[in-house]
């Protein structure tokens, strides 16, 4: 039985898992099973954290059962361990961010997504002074020290909020919920919101909320100007 087989029969029977959290793990489990990985000892640590999560919800919600009966009490201890080690790591981090001079409330709501784009750690650390906006600023990660602009970060985390509407939008046609910002020209702008998360950018109701120009009422619940109004609507036709 392979990997997929797995998912194709969890879901058939009506199981839920972390599948992000599960395939991290596998292909660590690979590596190791080969004898090679680049993965720092931290990462593995958080790993074996994410591992909790999984094996924890899964006994206690599919098999109704105590983890530390199943696995055993020595396993079921150490993987605590190292949960309880990221998880207070993870909140030093988490706070860290937090308290960055964020530009709006969705800005700061998305920061709580954002991971390495490296090694995938969620264990960051702004590196800014505490006087500068959080667009202007950049995020280290503690695990491996790759660091990337917060407004990078963004696209990450955009696509992991939005990906199911944004594919939508794109293979069925309609308003993505994300537009490019006429400000700073990255894809970062809510549509429900009409905000750029990046920069801070607002958008006037009487402006198209793709292209800035003179709106027309749109049945998307969108203003959008004659052109993009008839966009939506022959993407909406197909």
Request: charged letters at 25%.
């Amino acid at each position: 039985v392979d990997v997929q087989q797995i998912k194709d029969r969890f879901e058939s029977l009506g199981i839920n898992a972390d599948w992000k959290k599960f395939d991290d793990l596998v292909k660590l489990r690979n590596e190791l099973e080969h004898y090679y990985s680049i993965v720092p000892i931290s990462r593995v640590r958080e790993l074996l954290a994410d591992a909790f999560v999984v094996l924890h919800s899964f006994i206690t919600e599919e098999l109704h059962a105590e983890p530390s009966h199943l696995l055993g009490t020595q396993t079921w201890e150490q993987l605590t361990e190292e949960s309880v080690v990221y998880d207070e790591a993870l909140t030093r981090s988490v706070t860290q961010i937090q308290s960055l001079p964020w530009l709006s409330n969705y800005s700061h709501e998305l920061a709580s997504s954002f991971r390495c784009a490296k090694c995938g750690s969620g264990l960051l650390t702004p590196l800014v002074n505490a006087d500068e906006p959080a667009d202007e600023s950049s995020l280290e990660c503690t695990i491996c020290g790759h660091a990337d602009r917060i407004c990078e970060m963004y696209d990450a985390a955009l696509e992991e909020r939005f990906g199911s509407d944004l594919y939508y939008a794109a293979s069925k046609g309609g308003t993505a919920p994300v537009a490019e910002c006429y400000e700073c020209g990255r894809m970062s702008m809510l549509l429900e919101a009409l905000e750029c998360v990046c920069c801070g950018s607002k958008r006037d109701l009487t402006e198209c909320a793709i292209c800035g120009g003179p709106t027309s009422k749109s049945h998307t619940g969108y203003d959008l100007c004659d052109y993009h109004q008839y966009v939506v609507e022959k993407e909406s036709d197909k």
